[in-house]
């Protein structure tokens, strides 16, 4: 595996893997690997010839007292386990890499971005498209893996794909929980264990959710009171938001007769945490 820094040298190894015609994957990530991202890295291996992980703690995507420098960061650790997966390449960029000037052109995808996370951290999706379009350019790949617990980020980067004609296929991968329901996320290393126990109102929530709407209601409001409830029976828990939205747009719904994305987000200490589940209340119980 190389573990490149530059941007000149990555396009130019990928770039002959490309020439070779070899099918180039991306995982971009923003390392403090764990299960969740380790199955993207499978998949990707899986389904390309060449595999590029980058590993990069945009401060783009970062607003004011956000966890930047506290954010987790394990490199050498990630570097071992990318090794024995038998990744091809890592891309590990420096901010002056990155952003060696002050950067004036950023990537800004309306409405899918306004939304849910977009509402309580202004100019995060501006971040992270410019970081995902950036990357792109560098490496190139045909496809490229990200996680569906981060819904809306998955969203607005096919959009972006879509309306920029850029040629990369996204594909987006299952949530990976432990065993008791919580999803896997770097941030849940912010948690002490009485916190962890009670983050599993998360996917609690989620799963209530999904058995009322199993059962006939398709009321939004009666169903995020529901989860409300669940959330609040938690001391240390605070709710930023509790959403029932289209899975594609990402717009509040008033009635649910259509596939929908719940999704939450709670503060927990120090520790966000985000989740969601896509519920098609076609498929009601019997």
Same mark, same amino acid.
């Given at each position: ?195 962890? *126990?009670?983050? /599993?109102?998360?996917?609690?929530? +989620?799963?209530?959710? !999904?058995? #009322? =709407?199993? &059962?006939?209601?398709?009321? %939004? ?36 007769? *259509?596939?929908? /994305?719940?999704?939450?987000?709670? +503060?927990?200490?120090? !520790?966000? #945490? =985000?989740? &969601?589940?896509?519920?098609? %209340? ?5």
């Amino acid at each position: 595996m190389k573990i490149i820094q530059s941007i000149e040298e990555t396009r130019r190894i990928v770039g002959q893997a490309r020439r070779e015609g070899q099918t180039v994957g991306l995982v971009p990530t923003m390392g403090a690997l764990h299960e969740g991202h380790f199955s993207l890295i499978r998949r990707c291996r899986e389904e390309c010839d060449y595999s590029v992980v980058s590993i990069y703690v945009n401060p783009a995507q970062f607003g004011p007292g956000e966890d930047l420098k506290t954010y987790p960061r394990t490199f050498e650790a990630d570097c071992d386990a990318c090794r024995e997966m038998g990744l091809d390449l890592l891309f590990a960029p420096s901010n002056r890499e990155m952003y060696p000037r002050e950067n004036l052109t950023w990537i800004q995808v309306e409405k899918i971005s306004e939304h849910l996370c977009g509402a309580s951290r202004p100019g995060f999706f501006r971040g992270v498209g410019t970081i995902v379009t950036k990357l792109f350019n560098i490496i190139c790949p045909n496809i490229a893996y990200f996680g569906q617990k981060d819904a809306q980020q998955l969203a607005v980067i096919r959009r972006m794909v879509t309306d920029l004609n850029m040629p990369v296929e996204i594909r987006g991968c299952p949530t990976i929980r432990e065993a008791d329901g919580l999803a896997l996320s770097s941030r849940n290393q912010y948690l002490t264990a009485r916190q962890r *126990q009670q983050a /599993l109102c998360l996917s609690k929530a +989620l799963n209530h959710a !999904a058995k #009322l =709407i199993g &059962n006939g209601q398709t009321n %939004p409001e009666m169903i995020t009171k529901a989860m409300e409830k669940i959330v609040r029976e938690q001391p240390e828990a605070k709710i930023d938001y509790i959403s029932i939205v289209d899975k594609d747009l990402l717009h509040p719904l008033p009635e649910i007769d *259509q596939p929908v /994305l719940i999704a939450m987000a709670v +503060l927990l200490g120090s !520790a966000r #945490l =985000i989740d &969601n589940i896509i519920v098609d %209340p076609a498929q009601k119980k019997s």
